[in-house]
Every structure is written in structure tokens, then in C-alpha cells.
């Protein structure tokens, strides 16, 4: 249901002590049906937020008694229910970052842009307010009451009324994806697509031309324009799965674009402006990535923003049941009842470890549905690999530690690929490497599948 606004909330509070820069901003907003109330300072702007009720407030850094991070921690403090955004000087992005991760919900770049300002507002106007999250959040990977689940859902529903870039990490299978997909469908961009890319599927030579599109003639083959996840995207959320994948060069292309809030198509010769949310996701250690060289230092930072670690399933083994439940309802949608579990069957999957979290219950319950009998899943349906509940020591002394490893190693990638039937590319999916990775891995240990 739309929320309705009187026209008291529909104000939106100015603050820069450039009277030229208050003045554009304010004829732009009034193009736009709102009324702005103009502060050329932090105490201006203090007075102004006590006596009157705004809708958005847009303030600059740098002001004359302070800065423009005193106004943003102030609102948060006293005026949670205000969405602000920062107005910052070209080259001033680390000052940006610092008013995210205080509480603001996004910036413009001086010299300010009318299409990203509007762009900005919209957004702003329609964020869900604090206490009236949707329904939504919660569902699907995330039933169960494990404390948690528990608290990603909150977090979830925080990071929603945002419009920061989000960064997801987590084991494969932990339901990254989703939960993008539930901050997106509670936020302001609910209404606009959710692009999803999977960043290490795509070939090196052509991830420029995939992110940012191209124009007709730019290489052999481009008879038309055409678009980039970028453009794809338009006024919702990008998705960028295992971003950790992206080749360095295109970190840089990437990192641009985060800045400056804009693409160039692949032979165009002028920027166009770009309008979506940044959600970012990996299974590897992007801070381990950035200490080796492998992940920019400077893209890291503009990523993570604002921060969500999924848990493994076995943090959450209390919830296992339920949402083995659930997703036995989805597995035989359109089919007979889905069957129930046994209690071996319940206690068996608690006691295993998932290394492929969900995704692997997922895959565990289509094939015992498949494979059962009757209207019961029993344990033996399941196919779970026997747990060894002691760690494995390295022997002392028996073993190099490379070999030891190595051993290791192999032993994962074999059960994976047991476990699979020997696709390849489940395979990896279950151990949470790429395809390519894998295969080099194949080939160091000599495994023939």
C-alpha cells in the first residue's frame, strides 16, 4: 500500500553555505512538488529540524561552524526517522563512506547532477520507516529461530532502509543471493529490477562490455547498442555475486563508477548517469584479498560499506528441521504432499556438518524426495556420508605439511564429486570455488573424475 504524505512531510532541509548551490537545489526540488527549507550552517540546521518536520535532508560537508558529520550523527541521535544524504566535493569519497557508515543513506558528488538528485529523492521518499518492515523479510533461507537468523533478519531489515552498498559474505550456500533479494524487496527500490551477475562466470575479455554495455561499431559484431547490467539495473539493485572474481583491471572500471555515479559504454564517447543500489557478495576473504594485492584497497572499502555475514547452517542447527520443512513444501510444489521426515531422518540432518549449507539441504532433499517410497523420508533416503565427530590431527612427524594438505584436499574435492554424480560443476558449487578453480585443482592432483 502506497504511504500517503501530507504536505508538512514533503519538506526537505537544505544545508550548504553556497548560496548559488542552495538556491539550484531548492528550484529543483520545487520542480519536483517539495518545498525546501534552506541552512547555511549545523546551528541553522539544528533550529530548523526543532521546529519543523522534513522529509529528506540533503547537507553539505564542510560548513562554516562544523561539519557536515555533526548534522548526520545528530539526526541519527534525535531525528531517527529522517533519511540524510551528503553533498561532497569531487575527490572527497572517503568523507562519503564516513557519513554511510554513520547513518546516512547515500551522497551526491559536487558538481551536483539534476538526474542523480531526483534519482536520490525518489528513493529517499519511499523508504519503508523504522517499525514497518515488510512481511517478506525473514522468509525462505531465513526461517527459523536461531539467534542467528534472528539477528540477520534485523539487520536485514536495517540495511534495507538504506541506499549504501552492502557487502555479503559468507559460505557458499549460506543464501547470499537471497538475502540481496530480501533488502531489496524491502527497500525504497522494491519496484525496480534486481539484477543478479555472477562476476567469475563471466570471460575476462568481456566483462567491460557486460557491466557497462557498448555502442553500435565499438568491435566486430556490434551492429547495435546495447546495454550493461548497469543500465539493466536502472532504479533498482545490482548484484554482484563473487565480485572477488573481477580481473584487476576491471576493479579499476568498477571502482570509477561507484565514484562518480556514472558508466561509459564500451566505444561511446560520453558518460551516461547511472541510478541503482551496489549489493556485493563472496565466499572468500576480500581482506585477505586486498593484504595479497588480489582486490583493490580502494574498491574494498566502497563495497563495504555497510556489512552482512551470513551464518553456516551448522550455527544455525536448531533451525534445520523447520527449514528442511519449508523446503520440502517448495520441492514438491505442484505435486503430492510433500512426505514428512522421520525422526532419524530430523536427527540426522542436524548432525551433519553441510560444508554446502542450504544450497546442499536444498540438493539432499530433492534427491530423498525423488528416491523415497512412500510419505516418509527416512534417514537412509537422505544419503548423508557418515560424520566423523573427531577433528583430523596432522600426524606429527609422518607427514610434510604440503602433502598432509594436499591429502586433505583431495578428500573434499572426491566427496563433492560423489555427491554430485561427478558434475564438475556442482562440485564446485558445493565447495565454494569457482568452475575454474576447481579444474586447476583437479589438475595439480592429479584427480580424474
Known amino acids: 500500500m502506497e504511504r500517503r504524505r501530507t504536505e508538512r512531510e514533503l519538506k526537505v532541509l537544505v544545508v550548504d553555505d553556497e548560496d548559488d548551490l542552495r538556491e539550484l537545489l531548492a528550484m529543483s526540488l520545487a520542480r519536483m512538488g517539495l518545498h525546501a527549507s534552506l541552512a547555511a550552517s549545523?546551528?541553522?540546521?539544528?533550529?530548523?529540524?526543532?521546529?519543523?518536520?522534513?522529509?529528506?535532508?540533503?547537507?553539505?560537508?564542510?560548513?562554516?561552524?562544523?561539519?557536515?558529520?555533526?548534522?548526520?550523527?545528530?539526526?541519527?541521535?534525535?531525528?531517527?526517522?529522517?533519511?540524510?544524504?551528503?553533498?561532497?566535493?569531487?575527490?572527497?569519497?572517503?568523507?562519503?563512506?564516513?557519513?554511510?557508515?554513520?547513518?546516512?543513506?547515500?551522497?551526491?558528488?559536487?558538481?551536483?547532477?539534476?538526474?542523480?538528485?531526483?534519482?536520490?529523492?525518489?528513493?529517499?521518499?519511499?523508504?519503508?520507516?523504522?517499525?514497518?518492515?515488510?512481511?517478506?523479510?525473514?522468509?525462505?533461507?531465513?526461517?527459523?529461530?536461531?539467534?542467528?537468523?534472528?539477528?540477520?533478519?534485523?539487520?536485514?531489515?536495517?540495511?534495507?532502509?538504506?541506499?549504501?552498498?552492502?557487502?555479503?559474505?559468507?559460505?557458499?550456500?549460506?543464501?547470499?543471493?537471497?538475502?540481496?533479494?530480501?533488502?531489496?524487496?524491502?527497500?525504497a527500490r522494491r519496484d525496480g529490477p534486481f539484477v543478479a551477475v555472477n562476476c567469475g562466470a563471466i570471460p575476462e575479455n568481456l566483462v567491460e562490455s557486460e557491466f557497462f554495455g557498448y555502442a553500435k561499431g565499438a568491435f566486430t559484431g556490434a551492429d547495435a547498442d546495447r546495454e550493461g547490467f548497469f543500465q539493466a539495473a536502472r532504479g533498482g539493485t545490482l548484484f554482484l555475486d563473487e565480485v572477488g572474481d573481477l580481473p584487476l583491471a576491471m576493479q579499476v572500471k568498477l571502482l570509477r563508477a561507484i565514484q562518480e555515479k556514472s558508466v561509459r559504454r564500451v566505444?561511446?564517447?560520453?558518460?551516461?548517469?547511472?541510478?541503482?543500489?551496489?549489493?556485493?557478495?563472496?565466499?572468500?576473504?576480500?581482506?585477505?584479498?586486498?593484504?595479497?594485492?588480489?582486490?583493490?584497497?580502494?574498491?574494498?572499502?566502497?563495497?563495504?560499506?555497510?556489512?552482512?555475514?551470513?551464518?553456516?547452517?551448522?550455527?544455525?542447527?536448531?533451525?534445520?528441521?523447520?527449514?528442511?520443512?519449508?523446503?520440502?513444501?517448495?520441492?514438491?510444489?505442484?505435486?503430492?504432499?510433500?512426505?514428512?521426515?522421520?525422526?532419524?531422518?530430523?536427527?540426522?540432518?542436524?548432525?551433519?556438518?553441510?560444508?554446502?549449507?542450504?544450497?546442499?539441504?536444498?540438493?539432499?532433499?530433492?534427491?530423498?524426495?525423488?528416491?523415497?517410497?512412500?510419505?516418509?523420508?527416512?534417514a537412509a533416503d537422505l544419503g548423508l556420508m557418515p560424520v566423523d565427530d573427531e577433528t583430523p590431527e596432522l600426524p606429527a612427524g609422518e607427514l610434510p605439511l604440503q602433502d598432509y594438505l594436499d591429502r586433505m584436499e583431495r578428500a573434499a574435492i572426491e566427496d563433492a564429486l560423489r555427491k554430485t554424480r561427478y558434475n564438475r560443476t556442482a562440485a564446485a558449487r558445493l565447495l565454494g570455488v569457482t568452475f575454474r578453480s576447481l579444474r586447476y585443482r583437479l589438475q595439480r592432483l592429479g584427480i580424474n573424475d
Open 267 to 378: 566505444g561511446a564517447r560520453s558518460e551516461e548517469a547511472t541510478d541503482v543500489r551496489l549489493i556485493s557478495a563472496t565466499h572468500r576473504n576480500l581482506k585477505q584479498m586486498v593484504d595479497e594485492g588480489r582486490f583493490r584497497q580502494d574498491l574494498y572499502y566502497r563495497l563495504n560499506v555497510l556489512e552482512l555475514r551470513m551464518p553456516s547452517l551448522r550455527e544455525c542447527r536448531e533451525s534445520i528441521p523447520e527449514l528442511a520443512r519449508t523446503l520440502l513444501t517448495r520441492i514438491a510444489a505442484g505435486g503430492d504432499r510433500p512426505p514428512a521426515l522421520s525422526r532419524e531422518a530430523v536427527d540426522a540432518l542436524c548432525a551433519y556438518p553441510f560444508p554446502g549449507n542450504v544450497r546442499e539441504l536444498e540438493n539432499v532433499l530433492e534427491r530423498a524426495y525423488a528416491l523415497c517410497g512412500g510419505e516418509r523420508i527416512e
Open 42 to 187: 549545523v546551528g541553522e540546521a539544528r533550529e530548523l529540524l526543532a521546529a519543523e518536520r522534513f522529509a529528506l535532508c540533503l547537507t553539505d560537508m564542510r560548513l562554516p561552524d562544523g561539519e557536515g558529520m555533526d548534522l548526520v550523527r545528530h539526526i541519527a541521535e534525535h531525528h531517527r526517522e529522517l533519511p540524510v544524504a551528503v553533498i561532497t566535493a569531487f575527490g572527497s569519497m572517503d568523507n562519503a563512506v564516513a557519513a554511510l557508515k554513520a547513518g546516512a543513506f547515500d551522497y551526491l558528488a559536487k558538481p551536483v547532477s539534476i538526474e542523480q538528485l531526483r534519482a536520490l529523492v525518489r528513493s529517499a521518499l519511499d523508504l519503508p520507516r523504522r517499525g514497518s518492515e515488510p512481511e517478506a523479510v525473514g522468509a525462505d533461507v531465513l526461517v527459523g529461530e536461531s539467534p542467528a537468523l534472528a539477528q540477520v533478519r534485523e539487520l536485514i531489515a536495517k540495511l534495507a532502509r538504506s541506499g549504501a552498498p552492502v557487502h555479503i559474505h559468507g559460505e557458499s550456500g549460506s543464501g547470499k543471493e537471497r538475502a540481496a533479494r530480501l533488502i531489496h524487496e524491502a527497500g
